[in-house]
């Protein structure tokens, strides 16, 4: 898929790999990118950023909690009202939580939610092609071993790999192709061009 043109939502969005890929997609073109984030200051500091890089017009904050899952579906839907149409979804937001329930809620159970939500509105479209749902996993999701991650993170995000693989014969996918990405470098920039890198035969 193109980027340009395409209407983009991106969860975890103000901070870190998400405000990352978001200003990777309004630099390749997005006609729009939604970015939803907990932090209401800091969501509104990057769209100000953003705003000011590539107009007002191209961005905007939605403030959203993911663990919340009326209110994801909402933020969706908000969205998806904007331009009447939704090209491109990357469940990106995540937490690293000693709290099992929450790091279960956040790094998987809001990306099923989103992946489901996604699907519902792109098929309300007619679409020349399919649109694109990413979902960011990490290298816990392949593998453990490292002592200082939490074992909830490391079962959230294989879940995060089985859910996606699983998509394609699980859903009816005639209008989105799903999609992986593993960051794994601690360099913001790195890890932009990774997640497009790694996922561009996808896209």
């Known amino acids: 898929m193109k980027i340009e043109n395409k209407v983009a939502l991106v969860t975890g969005g103000a901070d870190g790999i998400g405000k990352a890929v978001s200003q990777r997609l309004l630099e390749k073109g997005a006609k729009f990118v939604a970015i939803l984030d907990i932090n209401e200051d800091l969501g509104k500091e990057t769209v100000n950023t953003f705003s000011e890089k590539f107009g007002s ?11 919340d899952d009326k209110r994801l579906k909402e933020c969706f839907q908000e ?3 904007v331009f009447g149409t939704l090209d491109i979804v990357v469940n990106n937001a995540g ?5 099992h329930r929450r790091a ?3 790094n998987l159970i809001a990306v099923i939610n989103g992946c ?5 509105l792109m098929t309300k479209q007619k679409r020349e092609e399919k649109g ?3 979902n960011t996993a990490s290298m816990a999701g392949l593998k453990t071993g490292a002592a200082y991650v939490n074992s909830n993170y490391y079962a959230a995000k294989h879940g995060v790999v089985g859910l996606t693989k699983s998509l394609p014969v699980s859903v009816f996918i005639s ?8 960051p794994f470098s601690l360099s913001l920039m790195v890890l ?3 997640i497009f890198i790694s996922t561009s035969s996808l896209l």
């Open 79 to 81: 969205a998806f009202d």
């Open 104 to 106: 279960i809620e956040i």
């Open 192 to 194: 932009c061009q990774n």
């Open 57 to 67: 017009s191209k961005v905007r904050f939605i403030h959203c909690n993911v663990a």
């Open 175 to 182: 209008t989105y192709h799903p999609a992986l990405s593993y």
């Open 132 to 134: 694109v749902i990413v």
């Open 116 to 120: 489901f939500y996604a699907e519902e």
């Open 95 to 99: 937490v690293g939580t000693a709290n």
